[in-house]
């Protein structure tokens, strides 16, 4: 098993150790180096040697460059980063899901196996895998067992309810994750229970965090904050510094990816729109979206247009910047708003709140008469 991934990185040349966030940025002829020293069985570079001593603490002075380090090649693109939702499906039933109606639905193994493939020649280092829930998939191993063995930086977003399980624990830990984002929905057992619609939930989601932090798995908490839990808030808070790890928060609820918006009504009245101004994301361009079926989008909002990766392979995500840059413009009713540099909400998500008839003050800063259009 590698110890360390050499690649390509958009404009750069990244050396990275799986399992840890930090890595080392080197030029261009240092990787062609690291490369053909691979090709060869060279040993490891002493230049390289040093600074993985010292930053990782592992020993490569006298390895073959060949078995210590994994060297990805030049992409024909340029897509750095992307998410994989291996299903829909979910063992809780948490109103605020943008998935909605979750579906247990997904692709065999051969065509999995094909996706992955295809995003690793794509480029991908960055990977998020994600769901529904994705450690209930049948064939979550061996997906995350392959995204590991083809170099590739992987995040997993799950609820934690299934983390306690030994298969599953030690497949995280000899193939360590650089981050386990784990979704907290309360600081007690009947809110927990409550926002998830699920008994024993709470209980769950603490054997599983427990048997993460035990395990010195990189976890994170991403703090859920809906109407039925933000009295909770500061405890919530208080638990994730009890655990030791960081934190992020989501608490802008928004409508189904489909346009439905049942799921507007679980929003935190203490929590309104706080998204920043919007001034251009990579979606399309450097990073994508790939749902269960293998469809291909420019995100996980926007899936109006996708591309079949089974049927039309890698060169069919050349035709996702351009899906990008039409999806981005202003469109509909923001098309004349003399106030779109301002704005926080990116074209797409406004799209889905219009389906979802939601109200103009849950997407858009600005009060109805401050907006104009057409």
């Not at 067992?145 to 497949?171: C, F, Q």
Request: hydrophobic residues 35%; proline residues 6%; charged residues 20%.
């Amino acid at each position: 098993m590698h110890e360390l991934i050499v690649s390509p990185f958009l404009d750069h040349h990244l050396i990275l150790r799986p399992g840890n966030s930090a890595g080392l940025k080197v030029p261009e002829h240092r990787y062609v180096e690291l490369r053909d020293a691979a090709e060869s069985g060279s040993p490891v570079p002493d230049w390289l040697c040093r600074p993985a001593l010292r930053q990782w603490g592992v020993e490569l002075n006298g390895q073959s460059a060949s078995t210590a380090l994994l060297v990805r090649g030049r992409p024909p693109y340029e897509y750095g980063r992307a998410s994989y939702e291996v299903n829909m499906a979910c063992n809780w039933e948490c109103p605020h899901c943008y998935l909605g109606l979750k579906e247990d639905a997904g692709m065999e193994w051969e065509d999995r196996e094909k996706v992955l493939h295809i995003l690793r020649d794509a480029g991908v280092l960055w990977l998020q895998i994600t769901g529904g829930e994705p450690t209930i998939d049948r064939q979550f191993p061996a997906v995350y067992s392959l995204a590991y063995d083809l170099g590739m930086m992987i995040e997993v977003l799950t609820n934690g309810s299934r983390l306690h399980n030994p298969l599953l624990l030690r497949l995280l830990t000899e193939r360590r994750p650089y981050r386990l984002t784990l979704s907290l929905y309360g600081a007690t057992e009947e809110s927990y229970d409550r926002l998830t619609q699920r008994r024993g939930a709470w209980k769950a989601f603490r054997r599983g965090v427990d048997a993460a932090l035990d395990a010195g798995l990189p976890v994170e908490l991403s703090v859920i904050v809906t109407r039925d839990n933000e009295h909770e808030i500061d405890a919530m808070y208080e638990l994730a510094r009890v655990f030791g790890v960081r934190t992020r928060e989501y608490n802008n609820m928004t409508p189904t990816y489909f346009g439905s918006g049942e799921t507007l009504s679980t929003q935190a009245l203490t929590r309104g729109n706080q998204r920043g101004v919007f001034t251009g994301c990579d979606a399309g361009h450097t990073s994508l979206h790939v749902d269960p079926l293998g469809m291909a989008s420019i995100c996980k909002v926007a899936r109006d247009k996708q591309i079949p990766l089974l049927a039309e392979g890698l060169a069919g995500l050349a035709k996702l910047g351009g899906i990008a840059d039409k999806a981005l413009l202003r469109q509909g009713g923001c098309s004349g708003c003399q106030l779109s540099e301002q704005c926080s909400t990116c074209m797409p998500l406004a799209q889905r709140y219009r389906q979802a008839d939601a109200p103009l003050g849950s997407y858009c800063q600005h009060s109805p008469k401050e907006v104009t259009t057409p």
